[in-house]
């Protein structure tokens, strides 16, 4: 099992927006090192669902339901099938994931503009629970 983040400008495309539909297409992503993560993500693979812009906070967590499938929307990349699990009690915001030594090394805080990437099950296991 691997475990991942997805990145998304809240007022794009929010948490909120996700929960409701229960399970979505994760598509649109081009990035070459996001799609490679893309191409990696297994069936039940947990997620972070991280809000980049003004909130700046892990606020959800998903599990991958479908692996790498060509891109409806460009057939040249990828994309992957996401379903919502549960809101975070208290969301982690980029703020203390940045004052947390056991996330220092997080792949968020080195390439900040990924909106897919790898995290490790230490980091994700931090994450979980630091939001309790």
Sequence with gaps: MNYWMVK????????EDFS?????VWDGVRNYQARNFLKEMQLGDPVLFYHSGKDKAVVGLAEVSAPAFPD???????AVGLKAKHA???PVTLEVIKSEDGLSEMLMLRQSRLSVMSVTK?????ILNLSK
């Design 8 to 15: 998304t400008e809240p007022n794009a495309y929010s948490w």
């Design 20 to 24: 409701k539909k229960g399970e979505d």
């Design 72 to 78: 409806p929307k460009d057939e040249a990349w990828v």
């Design 88 to 90: 975070l009690k208290n």
């Design 122 to 126: 230490e980091e994700f296991n931090l």
